[in-house]
C-alpha cells in the first residue's frame, strides 16, 4: 500500500515501510528554517536543532504522530516525554535571547515545533509558540517579516515552494538541503541540517509479507511477483 512514511497507522498496524533504493521519492526529510538573523545572533540555536534532528529516525517521527493522533496525548507531553529518552545536554547558552518558534496547520508541525521549543527552552531560550498558523503561503511570510524565526520543514517540498517549481529537488538529502539554502539565502533565510525522518510517500507491506518473502526494500517486491 501507499502510504506517508510518517503516518502513525504504519505504528498502529505494525506495517513494514519498504526502503526506497529506487530512488522514486524526492528528498522530503525535515530540516529547520530559520531567519539567517537568528543564527547569526545566536549560533547555538544551529548546534541545538541539529543535534535534535539528528535524533529524529523515521520511526520516531512516526510514534510521535501515533501518540497525539491515535492515543490523543498532548503534543507537548508526548515532545517532552520523548525528549527525555534522549539525554540531550541542557545549559544557559540561549539565557537572555528570545525565539518564536512557528508551524503550518497539522498536527504533525505541532509537534515538530514542541520538540524545537522544549530544546531551546532547556538550553535558557525564551520561547513563544506560534502553532498552527497556515499553510505556506502564511509561514514563509512571516518568517521573513520576523514573525516567527524558525519552523520545521521538508526539504523537497519546501525548496520547490521557494523556487517556484522549478524541479531542483531530488532524492539525495544533503544535495537538496544544500539547494534549499542556497534559496533561502536572498530571503534572509538558511536552513540547517536534514533530519532522517521524513513524510513523503512510502511504500509498506504487511508485517506478515515482509516476514514471508523477506521484504525490506522496494526492489525487494520483484522477487515474490508472479
Known amino acids: 500500500g501507499l502510504l506517508f512514511t510518517s503516518d502513525p497507522a504504519i ?28 543564527l547569526d545572533a545566536t549560533p547555538e540555536v544551529a548546534k541545538l ?3 535534535l534532528s539528528a535524533k529524529l529516525t523515521q520511526e ?31 545549559g544557559s547558552a540561549g539565557s537572555g535571547k528570545e525565539v ?4 503550518t496547520n497539522f498536527y504533525e508541525q505541532e509537534i515538530l515545533g514542541e520538540l524545537y521549543a522544549q530544546v531551546l527552552e532547556a538550553n535558557g ?3 513563544e509558540r506560534k502553532f498552527q498558523l497556515g499553510n505556506r503561503e502564511i509561514v514563509f511570510p512571516a ?29 539525495d538529502a544533503a544535495a537538496t538541503t ?17 533530519a532522517p525522518a521524513t513524510d513523503q510517500n512510502g511504500f509498506v507491506v504487511t508485517r506478515a509479507t515482509a516476514d514471508e518473502y523477506g521484504i525490506s ?7 515474490p511477483a508472479p
Do not use: H
Open 217 to 223: 526494500k522496494l526492489s525487494d517486491l520483484a522477487a
Open 11 to 38: 505504528a498502529v498496524n505494525d506495517f513494514v515501510l519498504l526502503e526506497d533504493d529506487k530512488g522514486l521519492q524526492l528528498a522530503d526529510n525535515l530540516v529547520p528554517v530559520l531567519r539567517q538573523e537568528v
Open 178 to 194: 544544500a539547494k534549499l539554502r542556497e534559496r533561502l539565502q536572498p530571503k534572509g533565510l538558511t536552513a540547517l541540517e536534514p
Open 60 to 90: 520516531a517521527l512516526t510514534d510521535l504522530n501515533k501518540q497525539v493522533t491515535v492515543d490523543q496525548s498532548d503534543p507537548a507531553d508526548v515532545a517532552r516525554a520523548w525528549l527525555a529518552t534522549l539525554g540531550l545536554a541542557t
Open 100 to 103: 518564536t518558534v512557528g508551524s
Open 143 to 171: 518568517l521573513e517579516s520576523g514573525e516567527i524565526d524558525v519552523l520545521a520543514e521538508y526539504a523537497a517540498t519546501a525548496l520547490e515552494f521557494v523556487n517556484g517549481g522549478a524541479g531542483e529537488a531530488t532524492t
Open 49 to 51: 536543532l541539529d543535534e
Open 125 to 127: 531560550f525564551t520561547v
